[in-house]
């Protein structure tokens, strides 16, 4: 049974709408269309692959308390699809009980406070912090026992965890790709593939820290494809034993020309 999901706060958006015209006299051909603008926010919620948090993609109405709706979304775990082509769990519980949220006053940066009725594993605390600490207002998140923060929970956060593009995702080049990294002297691989797993591009990656500290990245690769399909954005650590790829995590995404 999905948890019922009770908000105290919303997270602000703003719709910014633009709009042209022409003179009485213009030409057809002068009459510039602007694009209806997005009445969605893609929204991260964090579930689990191999025992770390993973982000998946979802669309939040604007008009929506996006908070809220992410919790909602939490609640109702992995979609088919998330668990058998990614293997995504998720550590909450059915039984979790009604959420409270109580986000900082004043609309300032800080901690969001949440209760809830059921008792949460780590795994759980994991994906509950990362999932609200995506919006701008939230930095941490304050759980019965105690305040916890990403850095809280570096042993449940992959090595490398690409928070854009997610799987699934539509992409068009240059693939726009940024997240965190805590690996070997900062640096990683990724490759680029196509539908038969041939590979597009590939090169490597230095965050801004590593070894034991993590760091942001932010990367961008070009691609050509005569195919509209799926492909995968590959990243992984070189061993400094033997060069063998660990930390592999595959990202299919739908890249079309």
């Given at each position: 049974m999905a948890a019922a999901v009770a908000v105290a706060v919303a997270v602000a958006v703003a719709l910014l709408v633009a709009g042209c015209g022409g003179g009485d006299d213009a030409a057809p051909d002068d009459v510039v269309t602007t694009p209806a603008p997005s009445t969605t926010n893609d929204v991260r919620i964090y579930f689990l692959r191999d025992g770390k948090v993973w982000p998946v993609l979802r669309e939040v109405p604007k008009k929506r308390a996006q908070a809220n709706a992410a919790l909602e979304f939490l609640s109702e775990g992995p979609t088919a699809q998330e668990k058998n082509e990614l293997g995504l769990t998720t550590a909450l519980p059915d039984d979790v009980g009604t959420w409270s949220l109580l986000g900082p006053p004043g609309g300032q940066r800080g901690a969001a406070?949440?209760?809830?009725?059921?008792?949460?594993?780590?795994?759980?605390?994991?994906?509950?912090?990362?999932?609200?600490?995506?919006?701008?207002?939230?930095?941490?998140?304050?759980?019965?026992?105690?305040?916890?923060?990403?850095?809280?929970?570096?042993?449940?956060?992959?090595?490398?965890?690409?928070?854009?593009?997610?799987?699934?995702?539509?992409?068009?080049?240059?693939?726009?790709?940024?997240?965190?990294?805590?690996?070997?002297?900062?640096?990683f691989s990724y490759e680029l593939t196509d539908t038969d797993g041939v590979i597009i591009e590939e090169d490597f990656v230095t965050a801004t820290s590593g070894t034991g500290t993590r760091g942001t990245f932010e990367f961008t690769v070009p691609f050509e494809v005569d195919f509209d399909g799926v492909g995968s954005l590959i990243v992984f650590e070189r061993s400094a034993k033997d060069g063998s790829r660990i930390n592999l995590v595959e990202i299919p995404l739908r890249m079309t020309e």
């Open positions: 406070s949440l209760e809830t009725g059921g008792r949460l594993s780590r795994p759980a605390r994991a994906q509950i912090t990362y999932t609200l600490t995506q919006f701008p207002l939230l930095e941490a998140v304050i759980l019965p026992d105690r305040t916890y923060r990403r850095s809280d929970l570096e042993d449940l956060t992959p090595a490398i965890l690409v928070e854009s593009p997610l799987s699934f995702d539509d992409v068009t080049s240059p693939v726009h790709a940024f997240g965190t990294a805590n690996t070997f002297e900062a640096t």
